[in-house]
């Protein structure tokens, strides 16, 4: 079975239509949603492509998050995380948010175990950088040989114990230091980190018209840092 794995889109539906255009992208098996779909810039687009596939979807904390605002307060200006889901609330509307947060932490094809951030957690972090402790902790849930997961928007491939780590990487906001929508593909449990260059520069810019959330973009798609430096900031928050 051949699966293609789209993590991280977060509104990017620029990058998601390069990504679905990508040759070696095309006609899946199944295509995993792993998460972070939301919240976005263009969040109705987005979902609308989606459902366009045939996909098996998992929860990642964005959408938890979106379907938390249906009954949360207004959210302060200075707490980003809920002013964003907020917005993707407001612009797709409660029937459509409210299933989002009921998708599966986890599902599991061809042996594969699929999650958004950690098998037990769908906002826990694991970075490069992260201990082998820390690694043999965030895993200890799981007997699967190879655990494919997202969130912090880098790829990255690491064995732990009996257990392959794979990191899909992010379709729409990517630390990656050049822009390049990342997602994964997988033959028959065998996987292979991928990348798609598109016009991110322009994708970024057109989301930034829209989206308050200027550091992400800037960072990923309209002036990409170096990947070290998030991986370092993101492990400081562990």
């Not at 980003?80 to 299933?99: F, M, S, Y």
């Not at 998708?103 to 972090?125: K, Q, S």
Request: glycine share 8%.
């Amino acid at each position: 079975m051949n699966v293609l794995a789209l993590y991280d889109i977060h509104g990017n539906i620029d990058a998601l239509e390069a990504v679905l255009a990508d040759p070696r992208a095309a006609d899946p098996d199944v295509v995993v949603v792993g998460g972070d779909v939301v919240p976005g810039p263009f969040a109705r687009a987005t979902l609308e492509r989606l459902s366009q596939l045939n996909a098996r979807w998992l929860r990642g904390n964005g959408e938890r998050e979106v379907a938390e605002a249906i009954d949360g307060p207004e959210p302060a200006p200075d707490d980003l995380a809920r002013v964003t889901a907020k917005l993707t609330l407001d612009e797709i509307g409660p029937d459509a948010a409210r299933p989002l947060g009921d998708l599966p932490l986890t599902l599991e094809i061809d042996g594969v175990l699929y999650c958004h951030a950690t098998p037990r957690r769908d906002d826990e972090m694991v970075t490069k950088l992260s201990t082998p402790e820390r690694w043999a902790e965030v895993l200890s849930t799981t007997t699967a040989p190879l655990v494919v997961a997202g969130h912090t928007h880098q790829q990255h491939d690491r064995t732990v114990g009996a257990t392959r780590f794979i990191n899909a990487g992010s379709v729409g906001l990517p630390y990656e230091g050049d822009g390049a929508a990342r997602w994964l593909w997988v033959a028959d449990g065998v996987p292979e980190l991928r990348q798609t260059a598109y016009d991110s520069h322009a994708a970024g810019r057109r989301m930034l018209a829209a989206w308050p959330d200027a550091r992400s973009l800037n960072a990923s798609l309209v002036e990409p840092v170096a990947p070290l430096t998030v991986t370092e900031i993101f492990e400081s928050l562990i």
